[in-house]
């Protein structure tokens, strides 16, 4: 059985602010889906499902592309001939 003290926990690490009007909602929230866990565990799994499995591979189909030109139109930056990114850090 989740607690308070177990929930604000929890909050404290996903970094969720919860306040203590909503700590008892959250707490019977974790409780009730923990039951239903609980219900899912006492499922007898003894039936298999049998199928044959494989991969489907499609041939690549080579295909002209736009030219360079046409496609760098639409770059809002480009550099040496390729479309320049934003800085990603």
Known sequence: MVTEKDVEHIAELADIG???DELGTFTNQF?????????????KGD?????????????DIVEPSLPRDE????AAAQEDGFIKAPRVM
């Open 47 to 59: 039936t298999t499902v049998t199928r044959d499995l494989s991969n489907i591979m499609r041939e």
């Open 31 to 43: 409780n009730a889906i923990l039951d239903y866990f609980d219900v899912l565990d006492q499922v």
């Open 18 to 20: 919860i306040n203590t």
């Open 71 to 74: 496609v760098l139109k639409n």
